[in-house]
Every structure is written in C-alpha cells, then in structure tokens.
C-alpha cells in the first residue's frame, strides 16, 4: 500500500511513522521543504493533558495521557518527564483553587517545596501545583529527528504531486489550510515569544496562572525559553500584536524579574485549526482520510490521533472496508 501524507507537521509526520511501522509506504508533500511554515514550529511542546483538563474535555486527557510514552518510542531520549509545576501571583490564589478544582493527578506545594523543584523560583511564590506525570519535548527538535527517521525508513519528502490517484489512499494533515473547506473548521491564533538568559534555571514548564492571560515558560535549554500563548479567535495571521508582548513578557516577568533583561530573540504567529469542542477528529472525506483540529494540543494528541488516521486507511483494505 502506497499513501500520499499531505502535510509535514506533527500530524503529517506522526502519521507517515505511523504507516511505516504497520508496513506501508508513504510519501510525504511539503511544499515548504520543512516543518518552519507549520503551527507545529510554534508550539511549547507540552505533553500536560492533565493541566489541559482546566479548560479540556476528558477525552484530551484520555487520550493524551500516555503521549510521553508514545513519544519516546519513536524518539528515545526526547521527552522531559519533569513535571508540570502551576503557580499564580498572590493576588490569583483563587485562580490556582479554582484550577485544583477542575485538575486531577497533582499536589499541593507550599513555599519550600517550590524552592526545592525550582530553585530559581524561591521566595517568589507561597504555593503551587505540581503535575508529576506531565512531560515536555522540544519541538523543533523533534520535528528533525522524525524527519530523519523517516527518510532513513525510505519515506519519500517531495513539494507537490502530479496525479493523486496513483496512490491507494491519502491522509490530509493541512492544518489551518482546509479551513473552508472542512466543515466547522475555524482558525484560533496563537502568539509566542523566544527570551534568552543566562539568569534563570528552569528544568520544567511552568504555568503562571491570571484571570486574563494564563501563560506558560517552556525551558528549551542554553538559557532559551519559550513564553506562550495567547488564544484569540481570528484567522488573522500578521505580526504579535504589542498588547500580546506587553502581557507576555509581563508574565515572564511575574515569574522571575530576570527576565526583565532578557534578549527577545524571536516572536512568532501561529493559526491553529480547531473545531467548535476544541477537539481533533479523524474522518473520511471525498476519498481521503483527514486528520486536523488538533487546536493547541498538537504534540500531546497527535500520536493518538495518528493512530486513528491510520486506522482508516488500513479499513479500506480490510473486508467490508471500500478498497480502491
């Protein structure tokens, strides 16, 4: 079996891996000749479903829980399992109550327990959330090593294709692309920044909660880290706005003043598709197996969701399946 993967994201690469491993072959269009042009390029790279749960329905959490397991499979070594660590400013204690009350798998931390997982952040905050089981990956990182996984496995990268129907099947991992074109596809923009100092250690993702703009730190390692990210309804993809960099860098920040003196060494814009529940889905449209709305759960839902993608095609060539 021969399958066209449309898109290099992290759903279009998860995929293609996904195919090699149940042994079919796959090629791969990337019109950008690299994951850069991809919301994935943009991510935090958070594998938290159990913080996602605040704001998620169950079914993220479910299915997001074994992510670091899945990950490391594909890419021993990759994934960070430090935890989550949640914190707030003492005026939004209620904030870390009310996140405690819709949270499950964590536990409370007091002043010195902080300081003891984060030393940088001692003194700075009297309590805090710690989710143990999280995890983080970079994903920059991630998206090269995959990439050269799957051209050592033979999967082939091309910019675009001449006749679809020479393959048995296609998946569609376009994103932001298909909106208007998918039904109930909408687009949600995200903002993010990239600080660079040698004053702050951080050894995992810390969420600064506020009744406004919740944002997270996400350490990527050489005194780089990656502050994000706005959620805003629109489709509208220009530059950060100045009211996204004064709030984010005002988190930063809250969480330690030495970010204050940090070199601002990238600023970035992503739209990320999104149905109207905020979750992926996996369907079979006009011939072709789409995966999209993975919304601001790429990294952390895409293996799950690779799975049931590939499970679409394989029913075609299964009896009672619609082989072409």
């Given at each position: 079996m021969?399958?066209?993967?449309k ?15 149940r042994?079919a072959?796959?090629?791969?269009i990337?019109p ?21 749960r ?6 993220v ?13 594909m ?16 005026r939004?204690q209620?904030?870390l109550?009310?996140f405690?009350g819709?949270?499950?798998g ?15 952040l ?8 710690f989710?143990?089981l999280?995890g983080?990956?970079n994903?920059?990182?991630v998206?090269g ?10 999967i ?5 294709v001449?006749?679809?129907t020479?393959?048995?099947?296609i ?7 298909r909106i ?6 909408r687009?949600?923009r995200?903002?993010?920044?990239y ?40 489709e509208?993809d220009?530059p950060?706005s100045a009211?996204s960099?004064m709030?984010?860098l ?9 970010f204050?003196?940090?070199?601002v060494v990238?600023?970035g ?7 109207a ?9 006009r ?5 999209n709305?993975?919304?601001r759960?790429?990294f952390l ?22 082989s072409?």
């Amino acid at each position: 079996m021969h399958v066209l993967v449309k898109g290099a994201g992290v759903a279009g690469l998860v995929v293609a891996h996904e195919l090699s491993l149940r042994g079919a072959d796959a090629t791969v269009i990337d019109p950008a000749k690299g994951s850069r042009q991809a919301a994935s390029w943009l991510a935090g790279g958070m594998l938290a479903p159990w913080c996602e749960r605040e704001s998620a329905e169950e079914a993220v959490l479910l299915r997001g829980r074994d992510a670091p397991d899945r990950w490391d499979m594909m890419l021993p070594g990759e994934v960070h399992r430090n935890g989550t660590l949640v914190v707030a400013p003492a005026r939004d204690q209620s904030e870390l109550n009310r996140f405690a009350g819709r949270t499950s798998g964590h536990r409370w931390l007091d002043e010195e327990n902080i300081a003891s997982l984060e030393p940088a952040l001692a003194g700075r905050f009297r309590r805090g959330l710690f989710f143990p089981l999280e995890g983080h990956l970079n994903p920059r990182r991630v998206l090269g090593l995959l990439r050269e996984k799957l051209v050592d496995r033979r999967i082939a990268f091309i910019e675009r294709v001449a006749e679809e129907t020479d393959y048995d099947d296609i998946v569609d991992c376009t994103g932001a692309a298909r909106i208007g074109q998918t039904s109930g596809l909408r687009g949600v923009r995200g903002e993010m920044l990239y600080l660079e100092t040698g004053e702050v250690t951080l050894t995992r993702p810390v969420r600064l909660l506020h009744p406004r703009f919740p944002v997270y730190i996400v350490p990527r390692g050489d005194g780089l880290f990656m502050v994000g990210a706005t959620m805003i309804e629109t489709e509208f993809d220009g530059p950060i706005s100045a009211r996204s960099m004064m709030e984010l860098l005002n988190a930063a920040y809250a969480v330690h003043p030495a970010f204050a003196d940090a070199a601002v060494v990238e600023t970035g814009v992503g739209i990320r598709p999104a149905f109207a529940d905020n979750f992926p889905r996996a369907t079979r449209e006009r011939g072709a197996v789409v995966l999209n709305g993975l919304y601001r759960h790429g990294f952390l839902l895409a293996p799950a969701m690779a799975q049931e993608a590939v499970d679409l095609v394989f029913s075609r060539t299964e009896p009672g399946g619609n082989s072409r």
